[in-house]
């Protein structure tokens, strides 16, 4: 854990570990007007962090790095592909293109390439000859893994717009509610968000 200056960019403290006790015990130190001057306090999504900045600093504003909300989404769609993957045989046409399509799957959807033909990438695959129809394919075979990726888009599109509306309307969407694993990025995001609003 860092404690940082912004307005010179300097470092101020550096924190060995991450256990609450003892974070709580450091935060003791410091006297209820230097607390009451910390403006900003950002946060992984780790419950103690936002606990702790509640109880210490309550004049500061709780900011949770919208690197781990994207992560969250990320790492529950690479756990999906390795779910469907493993249902089929090592050899075969979808486990190779799901394997093949890891990446893909983690990238945003106005990026995905829909016209340049790729023969070297896709020769071993008979109807697809670009990104798009690769990507197409790998989320016909599995419905969550199409909802997964699809709340995955929302995300990225809601922080690279900064979209504020957006985000509430994605925390209330019942379609991405009809999966359990979906259902727990929601409520995880939910429970962060309340932090904000």
Known sequence: MMFIKP??????DFIITSRKY??????????KVAKNDIQFF????????????????PQAKIIVDRFHLIKLVST????????????YSINSREYKLLYKSRNLLRKNYDKVNRLE?????YRAYIGINTDFEALKECLSYSKDLELMYYLYQDVLNIFNDNDVAAFRKLLNNKEYRTTKRTKSILKNIYKISRVYY
């Open 42 to 57: 950002v946060t992984d999504m780790w419950d103690s962090y936002i606990v702790l900045a509640k109880k210490h600093f």
């Open 22 to 31: 003892y974070l709580d015990d450091y935060f003791n130190e410091y006297t």
């Open 7 to 12: 307005e010179k960019n300097r470092l101020k």
């Open 117 to 121: 033909f790729k023969y070297k990438k």
């Open 76 to 87: 529950a769609i690479n756990a999906i592909r390795n779910e469907v993957q493993k249902k």
